[in-house]
């Protein structure tokens, strides 16, 4: 099947400070990627959907000044958290879309990212 | 926009009970209908899917049933192991439109043995 990685696995930081998570699907292209946030004993919810060469599409509630996205290649989108704060401290998961020739699953996910803010 | 409503939230079944989970949504156009498994700090995991041509589909002691006019779906485990037990997620999306996923609030499945 298609593997999505996610760097870092977790991070601590300093209240202020910004913080970059990269996704990368390692063996497709993937057009779309999609970030997810999710709080302890919630649900995923989704941020915003990266298309490779464009802006990203934020969800309503969504800071797109804080949560920046940027969707260089067909193999990598990054978001970073600038001036992040202690209510950003979350679990944020990426996923892939799909080639259509791919079986299985739609999208793709990457095995997430522990961000903590101190 | 697509609105997903889950239940039940928790459900503690006895190892080798059935144990049944149900998702609304709101937009007619949706068309895949994918069930993910979340074990604590790990990512999703896809267990079955379904698009809207088809009304169940079945592996093993997983199954999934589609009511396209209703607009709900099940998901339904057989012969419960404890190893069953995680958070469990339906999602929605319009399947090769390229949308995301949208997620149900999940159900905390418990299976004791």
């Known amino acids: 099947g298609a593997v999505v990685s996610q760097h870092p696995s977790w991070v601590i930081c300093k209240s202020g400070t910004s913080v970059k998570i990269e996704c990368r699907s390692l063996d497709f292209q993937a057009t779309t990627m999609f970030w997810y946030r999710q709080f302890p004993k919630q649900s995923l919810m989704l941020m915003a959907t990266s298309n490779e060469g464009s802006k990203a599409t934020y969800e309503q509630g969504v800071e797109k000044d804080k949560f920046l996205i940027n969707h260089a290649s067909l193999t990598l989108s990054t978001l970073t958290v600038t001036s992040a704060h202690p209510e950003d401290s979350s679990f944020y998961i990426c996923?892939?879309?799909?080639?259509?020739?791919?079986?299985?699953?739609?999208?793709?996910f990457g095995p997430g990212t522990r961000l903590t803010v101190l | 926009g697509e609105n997903v409503e889950q239940h039940p939230s928790t459900l503690s079944v006895q190892e080798g009970d059935s144990a049944v989970i149900k998702c609304t949504y709101s937009d007619s156009a949706s068309n895949y209908f994918p069930w993910y498994k979340q074990e604590l700090g790990k990512r999703p995991q896809l267990i079955i899917d379904?698009?809207?041509?088809?009304g169940e589909k079945k592996d093993q002691r997983i199954a999934v049933t589609l009511n396209k006019t209703a607009k709900h779906f099940s998901l339904h485990i057989t012969e419960t192991q404890p190893e069953d037990s995680a958070v469990y997620f339906c999602a929605v999306s319009e399947g090769q439109a390229g949308t995301a996923l949208i997620f149900g609030k999940g159900t905390t499945l418990s299976v004791s043995s």
């Open positions: 379904i698009r809207s041509n088809v």
């Open positions: 996923s892939a879309l799909a080639p259509l020739l791919l079986a299985g699953a739609e999208q793709f």
